[in-house]
């Protein structure tokens, strides 16, 4: 697989760090931000999530426009620990 862009990976050890099984919430907030749920601090572009999702390292599911929950993948594990994706 090819080299996933640091801003991104960083967005996939997040979730890694968060994500207990039943995935993580993200909130719309201006600019074209997603704002992880209880964490004011971490927001992060929506364009970021699409590297995760196409390679199928991180899923994402929801109705509401305004929050979506983002899920890790056991790839996205495997590809975090070097394993094979």
């Known amino acids: 697989m090819p080299r996933i862009p640091t801003h991104v990976r960083n967005l996939l050890r997040t979730v890694a760090a968060f994500d207990q099984g039943d ?19 971490y927001a992060v572009l929506a364009c970021t999530f699409y590297p995760l999702t196409s390679k199928s390292l991180l899923t994402a599911s929801g109705d509401d426009p305004l929050a979506v ?3 890790i993948t056991d790839a996205g594990r495997a590809y975090l620990t070097g394993g094979a994706a």
Do not use: C, E, K, Y
Not at 28 to 40: E, I
């Open 23 to 41: 995935g993580v919430t993200f909130h719309v907030v201006p600019r074209g931000r997603w704002q992880l749920d209880n964490h004011p601090s």
């Open 69 to 71: 929950v983002v899920a």
